[in-house]
């Protein structure tokens, strides 16, 4: 193999793996906005007790965080 084909297989693993890695950031914040929505219907909730209510604040901080 060349060096010159080693640069381009190097090049074509970079984008590979940045494309993976855009992927999963996409993922994961798909995933924190579907938590979020939930957590905050819970606490709209007219009938939520407030152990639910704490539990939701709790884990909306905690999402907010990462």
Do not use: C, P
């Amino acid at each position: 193999m060349s060096m010159d084909d080693a640069h381009k297989k190097a090049q074509a693993t970079r984008e590979r793996n940045l494309e993976a890695r855009t992927a999963l950031y996409q993922e994961q914040a798909a995933a924190k906005r579907a938590a979020r929505l939930a957590l905050q219907r819970v606490t709209e909730r007219e009938d939520a007790t407030a152990a639910e209510l704490l539990e939701a604040a709790r884990l909306l901080a905690e999402i907010g965080r990462t």
